[in-house]
């Protein structure tokens, strides 16, 4: 587990700088994939599942970015950025919007989509592609305007 180790050997250079963000936010995310790996028992722990847990938190993040910007908390704004710069170290790079269009069009043409009724299975198939790399809330965008 590649991923796993490369975290643990993160939270001890953090321990070392004293970086404190850093290592809250490692820690944090360390004991949150022990917890997966306990829910997931007796199957072992994967690395999709380590990227379910991370994307998880980041989309947390985002969402309390949003949500404390408009009760105008620029500390905890602040605080959970850093928090989120530190998560989006972990994850695979992002597709950009001109490509997840084109993925888009390529599905909608493989699945034969025509209306709106047919968002579930190009959802499917789209995030199925992309694997992970392509954010769910631009997938969805891109997909109602074709379909549309």
Known sequence: MEIREKILADIKSA?????TVKLNTLR???SAI???EIDSRPNP???DDIMQVIKKLVKQRKESIEQFASAGRTDLVDQEAAELKVLEAYMPSQMTKEQIEKMVAEVIAATGA?????MGAVMKE?????AGSADGKLLSEAIKSKLN
């Not at 321990?15 to 970086?19: E, F, L, N, T």
């Open 28 to 30: 944090f995310l360390n």
């Open 15 to 19: 321990m070392v700088s004293k970086d």
């Open 126 to 130: 789209a995030m199925a592609r992309s």
């Open 45 to 47: 722990i994967t690395a």
């Open 34 to 36: 022990k917890n997966k």
């Open 114 to 118: 025509t209306t709106i009724k047919d």
